[in-house]
T-cell receptor, first 115, second 114 residues
Framework: DQQVKQNSPSLSVQEGRISILNCDYT??????FLWYKKYPAEGPTFLIS?????DKNEDGRFTVFLNKSAKHLSLHIVPSQPGDSAVYFC??????????????FGTGTRLKVLA | ETGVTQTPRHLVMGMTNKKSLKCEQH?????MYWYKQSAKKPLELMFV???????ENNSVPSRFSPECPNSSHLFLHLHTLQPEDSALYLC?????????????FGDGTRLSIL
C-alpha cells in the first residue's frame, strides 16, 4: 500500500500559467517533504522542501504548500516555462528502526508546459 | 553535473554473470544510498550507508551486495540476477541521514537482465 500518492500521472499547462502538482500521504508521522524534478536519462534533482512545522515554503517560481490535517501537499509553479516540462516526484521522510531517515516516493507526475 | 557520478550508465548482463555498479560523490557527504526504480513504480530504497556503515537494508535479496569502502564511494555487486531485476538503479548521497538533508541523485545505471 503506497504511503505517498500522486494521483495524476500527467498534467499539461500553457506557458505562463500556473502548474499545480498534488501529493497525498497517509502517515501523520512524516516530518519532512520534498519535491524532485526528473528529466529523461537523468537522475532526480532536488527542487524544494518543507518541514511539517510549516505550511508554506517559497523559492522563486516554486512554492510548496502543506496541509497536515488533509495529509496533502502541493507544488505550485508560477509562471510555468517550457523548461519545467519533466516528471515531478513527491517524497516524504520516514524514520527507520535504526534511527535514520528514508524517503518514501510517489510515482510521479509528468508535467508538460506548452509553448 | 550533479556531484554524484554513476558508472556504467547502461549494463546488459546474463543471469549467471557477476558485475558491479559504481557510485562516487564529490559533495563531501557522509550518507549514501542505493535505490531501485522499476517501470511504473516509485523509487524504492535498497540500502543506506552512513559514515561507511550500513544502517538500512530494505529486505533486499542477497544477490545484491553493497560495498562502501569510504564516504565517497559506493558499489553494488550483482550476482545471479533475475529478469525482474531489470530496472534503473540510482545512487544518492546526503550530508547525513537526517530527515531535513536532501538527497542528491546520480543519473542512474539502466540494468537489463537477459
Amino acid at each position: 500500500d503506497q504511503q505517498v500518492k500522486q494521483n495524476s500521472p500527467s498534467l499539461s499547462v500553457q506557458e505562463g500559467r500556473i502548474s499545480i502538482l498534488n501529493c497525498d500521504y497517509t502517515n501523520s508521522m512524516f516530518d519532512y517533504f520534498l519535491w524532485y524534478k526528473k528529466y529523461p536519462a537523468e537522475g532526480p534533482t532536488f527542487l524544494i522542501s518543507i518541514s511539517s512545522i510549516k505550511d508554506k515554503n517559497e523559492d522563486g517560481r516554486f512554492t510548496v504548500f502543506l496541509n497536515k490535517s488533509a495529509k496533502h501537499l502541493s507544488l505550485h509553479i508560477v509562471p510555468s516555462q517550457p523548461g519545467d516540462s519533466a516528471v515531478y516526484f513527491c517524497a516524504a521522510s520516514d524514520k527507520t528502526t535504526s534511527g535514520t531517515y528514508k524517503y518514501i516516493f510517489g510515482t510521479g507526475t509528468r508535467l508538460k508546459v506548452l509553448a | 553535473e550533479t556531484g554524484v557520478t554513476q558508472t556504467p550508465r547502461h549494463l546488459v548482463m546474463g543471469m549467471t554473470n557477476k558485475k558491479s555498479l559504481k557510485c562516487e560523490q564529490h559533495l563531501g557527504h557522509n550518507a549514501m544510498y542505493w535505490y531501485k526504480q522499476s517501470a511504473k513504480k516509485p523509487l524504492e530504497l535498497m540500502f543506506v550507508y552512513n559514515f561507511k556503515e550500513q544502517t538500512e537494508n530494505n529486505s533486499v535479496p542477497s544477490r545484491f551486495s553493497p560495498e562502501c569502502p569510504n564516504s565517497s564511494h559506493l558499489f553494488l555487486h550483482l550476482h545471479t540476477l533475475q529478469p525482474e531485476d531489470s530496472a534503473l538503479y540510482l545512487c544518492a548521497s546526503s550530508q547525513g541521514p537526517a530527515s531535513n538533508q536532501p538527497q542528491h541523485f546520480g543519473d542512474g545505471t539502466r540494468l537489463s537482465i537477459l
